[in-house]
């Protein structure tokens, strides 16, 4: 009898299987609607940046369900990926606003900024493919805080990954520049509900920062490794000082690669009730803390160039004054015969 083959990271069978398991678990993202969640999600996000004293004001969403995730009047079969709102004081969900639908451009700033990280939900197994929705996440979240002008709130809805990553540089980059006022765990299945294709997601409320101001963050920087259904895993030590904050219970995703992940369990029917109470939560520490909303100047101020603003002035600036055709230094037109 001989002995099972050792697993191998380059086997060409596992790494076949692990490409199909993917291609399910994004064929099931794209085919089953998350709205129903999101809605629930927006709901009580809505009720917190009010309570926050977020009342007015320009708004940027951007991701999956964008236009749920602004509360605008509900289309059946009608996804916006980037949606700019401009919202009056006196504004009631479900009324019509004055939207673009557009990409901001780079020297924009807005009160508020939603961000629906791409594929946040969805159970990856090819280490590569994990690891390029880590980078582009990082990298729009990083982005989606610059937008946000200081004072205003940055709203992100990613994969657990972006928290749990044992190294923390992204983190470190988001948190130089914004404070977390809190964070919520959704368990696995909140957005879709096919076992075994969907991860945890975490909800994370930012206030970007103004420049030279101390921070009044709570802690997400780094992880610690907890003990869980007989594994090790990486958990953010933000969620390991606040259990309250992850709806459901924590447990180990052990994986085909690599070391196990988190993920957590729940009860079906309970996401509306768990995501209120986790957002007063963190209503309550802001407000403890000082990190309520700070209205912006009445009218805008001088907006940043952009990048190729400022090449164009610096071509202008640099390019050798035009020389005049010699028919000209002649006193020529061109026209005699």
């Known amino acids: 009898m001989t002995s099972p083959q050792p697993y191998r990271d380059d086997n ?28 629930i999600i927006a709901t009580h996000l809505w ?74 939900d969805v159970r990856l197994q090819d280490p590569q493919h994990v690891l390029l929705r880590r980078t582009v996440q990082a990298e729009l979240a990083v982005t989606m805080n610059k937008l946000t002008r200081p004072g205003g709130y940055t709203v992100l809805l990613a994969s ?3 928290l749990d990553h044992p190294f923390p540089e992204a983190r470190r980059q988001l948190h130089r520049g914004a404070d977390l006022l809190g964070a919520v765990r959704l ?8 076992p075994g294709l ?5 909800l994370l409320v930012l206030q970007r920062r103004p420049g030279g101001a101390g921070t009044r963050s709570q802690d997400f920087e780094d992880t610690t490794t907890i003990h869980v259904d007989d594994r090790d895993v990486e958990i953010n030590t933000y ?18 690669w690599g070391p196990a992940a988190v993920t957590v ?11 209120a109470e986790a957002l007063d939560n963190i209503t309550t520490h802001a407000r403890r803390t000082g990190l309520t909303y700070t ?43």
């Open 265 to 275: 369990s729940s009860t079906p029917g309970r996401l509306d009730r768990d995501v």
């Open 295 to 337: 209205p912006g100047p009445t009218r805008p101020g001088p907006q940043e160039p952009s990048v190729a603003d400022l090449i164009r002035q610096h071509q202008r600036e640099t390019a050798p004054a035009p020389r005049p055709h010699p028919r000209r230094e002649r006193g020529h037109t061109g026209l005699e015969r």
């Open 47 to 120: 009720t917190m940046l009010h309570n926050l004293g977020f009342t007015h004001g320009r708004v940027l969403a951007v991701g999956d369900d964008a236009a749920t995730l602004i509360r605008l009047p509900h289309t059946d079969g009608t996804s916006f990926l980037s949606l700019i709102a401009d919202l009056p004081a006196a504004h009631t969900p479900g009324d019509p606003l004055p939207v673009q639908l557009r990409v901001p451009k780079a020297h924009e700033r807005f009160d508020v900024v939603l961000a629906s990280l791409p594929y946040n």
């Open 160 to 162: 657990h990954d972006l």
């Open 12 to 39: 060409p069978s596992m790494h076949d299987r692990r490409l199909e398991a993917d291609h399910i678990a994004l064929e099931d993202h794209a085919s089953t609607s998350a709205r129903p969640a999101h809605r």
């Open 187 to 194: 368990p696995a299945g909140a957005h879709r509900h096919l």
């Open 239 to 256: 969620f390991d000082n606040h259990p309250d904050q992850v709806l459901g219970t924590i447990g180990a995703d052990p994986l085909a």
């Open 198 to 202: 969907d991860l945890p997601t975490d």
